[in-house]
T-cell receptor
Framework: RKEVEQDPGPFNVPEGATVAFNCTYSNSASQSFFWYRQDCRKEPKLLMSVYSSGNEDGRFTAQLNRASQYISLLIRDSKLSDSATYLCVVNLNNAGNNRKLIWGLGTSLAVNP | GAVVSQHPSRVICKSGTSVKIECRSLDFQATTMFWYRQFPKQSLMLMATSNEGSKATYEQGVEKDKFLINHASLTLSTLTVTSAHPEDSSFYIC????????????FGSGTRLTVV
């Protein structure tokens, strides 16, 4: 089983649609969680952290279920500019207290006019 | 805040030569920086963790003698790809974060290396 698993997509949705991405992680020692966005041939950019209580930032809502080791990202009212690959990232605490990011393969989203 | 600068953004080199990539944290000190590599349509793969003032920690399968890392100051880490070959062509990205990444990591803009 992969350490961080995502549905690669692609998700093709019309403008204005609501779309949800899911992510599961295998290591219960994972400490913090993030969603990143990566545009083609560019570096990843932090979209939002994911907190246990769930958190919202504008049209984006992230949720974490530690018991199920599951993270989600919901995008409401999709815009053309939301087209990108969305990466689920888990921060694992290694032995020696070194943190290590584990990356999912990403979910590709295409928002169509 | 939390800006990471990476240079160069693109480099083409001949097979057998060495290429140095710089990663700088501009507005914070980074005792740890991370070097990633990404091949087309694949996820980011951590190559090594760069530690200021000490040796880098390499991931399994990454040759430390081929990918030399130097982290001589709290704001600069360098990755040197030695004796580059076409299969080393990839997108190399560094990242760092204040506060040990508790609030996320910032990435440099990446270096696209093409070895011909």
């Amino acid at each position: 089983r992969k350490e961080v698993e995502q549905d690669p997509g692609p998700f093709n949705v019309p403008e204005g649609a609501t779309v949800a991405f899911n992510c599961t992680y295998s290591n219960s020692a994972s400490q913090s969680f993030f969603w990143y966005r990566q545009d083609c041939r560019k570096e990843p950019k932090l979209l939002m952290s994911v907190y246990s209580s769930g958190n919202e930032d504008g049209r984006f809502t992230a949720q974490l279920n530690r018991a199920s080791q599951y993270i989600s990202l919901l995008i409401r009212d999709s815009k053309l500019s939301d087209s990108a690959t969305y990466l689920c990232v888990v921060n694992l605490n290694n032995a020696g207290n070194n943190r290590k990011l584990i990356w999912g393969l990403g979910t590709s989203l295409a928002v169509n006019p | 805040g939390a800006v990471v600068s990476q240079h160069p953004s693109r480099v083409i080199c001949k097979s057998g030569t060495s290429v140095k990539i710089e990663c700088r944290s501009l507005d914070f000190q980074a005792t740890t920086m991370f070097w990633y590599r990404q091949f087309p349509k694949q996820s980011l793969m951590l190559m090594a963790t760069s530690n200021e003032g000490s040796k880098a920690t390499y991931e399994q399968g990454v040759e430390k003698d081929k990918f030399l890392i130097n982290h001589a100051s709290l704001t600069l880490s360098t990755l040197t790809v030695t004796s580059a070959h076409p299969e080393d062509s990839s997108f190399y990205i560094c990242s760092a974060a204040p506060g040990q990444g508790r609030y996320g990591y910032t990435f440099g803009s990446g270096t696209r290396l093409t070895v011909v």
